[in-house]
């Protein structure tokens, strides 16, 4: 190959320079002052003094530190978890809806434009102790014995139209959808009935229900971050529906043809159809989804007083709470230790990910 | 088994109505070709039969049960299809036994049926190979090896050798034929390949505009096609269709120059002769002269390409060498018993 000239390499250089000077200052620089300043008792106005593993025994030390941790790991768990699930299902649907694909796509994308500080304030509301979200579960746990008699009704009703069908034609499907919408809205009358008619049980339970501003922990994780769960869910499946859609767009249609001539049903479609096609495109969706949970921080913030500091601090914002500490003196030592913890457990959790979990490549 | 049969089916995409009335039957152990031009159809009638595609209108039937509401996997056929379709992530040996597998067939069981078709297909040393690994040649191979695993009542193939490079094709058609032979099975094969068409079917359908334009064995397609559309598809290189009209005396090319003396019922508007059914000849016994205006010699035969005055150009086919290069006068005389007339309508007038 020939060598570049002088004046070629000196405008290759500029082009790229925009990108070598924001990392370098942004990426490099940030990481090599952090890792020093984790070393030392910095606090912004004095000089940093070297102080050793001092930062790190007394962040092992506390119980605060150890929350995060916790909170950091099950949260990213969780959230990449269901919202991978979630976003694969809800392309599926998109992508299956024949009519008005564009309409259900941008219906669906709605939540992911909005800004977290309006939807975290909207949640807030949402999550009050008498609120809308206590409200829907009370109202499911007083009716359910109405709404378990909806489900067997519509099963019954469903289950009753397909037999007597299948004995005149054959190649009738269990979800025939104009057999389910006539066994749903049977169903539907007859719970409205059975409700009116008081035939089953109806409770009159107020229940209050602290989504917030609790300590309590469910499974491994405190009950505040359940529900920010829900909130960061809610926010972040659109996108990566996105991701999934444009995945499936790309899977052959002759190798659901070939399934179908094998006797493929829909389910084993999708498990040796769908799902290893769609695996770079997971492995995507969990990369982002582990690194963006890990750095969960804006949603937290933002919820302030309205929860314990235990139950909703994770690695981000201990890392916050530390360099600006309410009312105390900045402890930007602790914080430097804090957030190269974050760097390295990300870098780990992602690297186990890709080696145990979803693989980058189809093998 | 492997009786099917199609009665006046129709298939309209939205407002495109693509299947306008097809019907046929095909018997046991058949090997059927759809052909014709792209867009005809002849694929989506495929896709019809595997039970791909809902019909509009019409039925299908298979040993004679009514299979047109079925679902593809409840019809007991097989498809192999141009783009192989293999599953990406199984081996070569899961790939032929999913089907199986699904019909709820052992492991033991599944890999004994797996092991015999791989025989025959020689296809043992790629078993434990995944498709990426694979050559296109040995892909379709596996793609076959999955259809027969499945021992269906009858096997549809979709253009399968039209991935493969040309060499491939010749040796994997022989593969097919050799195949049915030996199976016995009914198989549909759609291609746009007259000569896989040629080669290897019992019958060929000839698909145009969503009907069958003629069906039959393959010379019959090629010595007395029924309309001019067949007649030119038919044949390499075309037929050359010559516009022509009766005369006392017979018939004649709208110049004048008399072609028979046979007189030909109907009203013949098109005379069809093929490349190799014009001799070169002395000027006196000549029907029609004119200057080669482009010669190809392929060795055992050289393509003339002759531009008579006041008729055009004429495709002749010569066995042989080069008897005459570009430049040089042509003398042609048409062979009197191979000689096809058409009405204005463009269907054969029989003589």
Known sequence: MKRFNSNQAFSGWMFLAPFLVSLGVFFLWAILRTAWFSFTDYNLFAEPNFVGLENFTSLVLDELFIFALRNSISFALIVTGAQTILALLLAILVNSAARAKGVARTIFYFPSIMSSAAMTLIFLWLFQRQGLMSGMVGNFVNLRWVILSFFVIAIVIQLALVAMARRKYIGVKLFDPYFLLISVLVALISAVIIRMGGFVPVYDEKLLISWLNTREVFLFMPRTLWSVALMNIFTTVPTLMLLFLAGLQSVPISLYDAAKMDGANVFHRFFNVTLPSLTPVTFAVVTLGLIGTLQMFDQVAILGAAAPLESRVTLAFYTYYNTFPPGGSPNIGLASASALTLGVLTVLIVFLQRRFGIKEKLE | ?351
Request: glycine letters at 8%; aromatic letters at 6%; a neutral charge.
């Open chain 2, 1 to 351: 088994m492997g009786k099917i049969k199609v009665s006046n089916v129709h298939k309209s995409f939205g407002s495109v109505h693509v299947i306008k009335g097809v019907d046929f039957e095909i018997s046991e152990g058949e090997f059927v070709v759809f052909v014709g031009p792209s867009g005809c159809g002849k694929s989506t009638m495929l896709r019809l039969i595997a039970g791909l595609e809902p019909i509009s209108s019409g039925t299908i039937e298979i040993d004679g049960e009514d299979v047109t509401h079925l679902e593809a996997a409840d019809r007991d056929l097989a498809m192999v299809f141009q783009s192989y379709a293999l599953y990406p992530h199984l081996s070569v040996r899961d790939n032929m036994s999913f089907g199986l597998k699904i019909a709820g067939k052992s492991k033991k069981q599944r890999y004994a049926i797996v092991d015999d078709v791989a025989e025959v297909l020689q296809l043992q040393p790629l078993l434990d190979r995944k498709p990426a690994e694979l050559s296109g040649g040995q892909r379709q191979r596996v793609a076959i090896g999955r259809a027969i695993a499945r021992e269906p009542s009858a096997f549809l193939f979709d253009e399968p050798l039209s991935n493969l490079d040309a060499a491939l094709r010749v040796s994997m058609r022989a593969e097919i034929s050799q195949l049915q032979r030996r199976l016995q099975k009914t198989m549909i094969y759609v291609t746009h390949d007259q000569v896989e068409a040629m080669t290897l079917a019992d019958r060929i359908m000839v698909f145009s505009d969503g009907i069958i334009q003629q069906q039959g064995a393959p010379l019959e397609l090629y010595d007395r096609p029924q309309n001019l559309f067949v007649a030119t598809f038919i044949g390499s290189p075309n037929m050359n269709i010559l516009p022509c009209i009766s005369s006392k005396k017979g018939v004649e090319l709208k110049n004048g120059t008399p072609i028979t003396d046979k007189n030909i019922a109907g009203d013949p508007a098109h005379f069809g002769i093929r490349p190799e059914h014009i001799k070169l000849c002395a000027k006196k016994d000549a029907n029609i002269s004119g200057k080669v205006t482009l010669a190809e010699h392929l060795g055992v035969d050289s393509f003339l390409l002759v531009d008579v005055p006041e008729i055009g150009a004429v495709n002749v086919r010569v066995s042989g060498g080069a008897q005459l290069g570009e430049g040089e006068i042509a003398h042609l005389k048409f062979d009197q018993k191979r000689m096809h007339f058409f009405d204005k309508k463009e269907n054969r007038l029989e003589q």
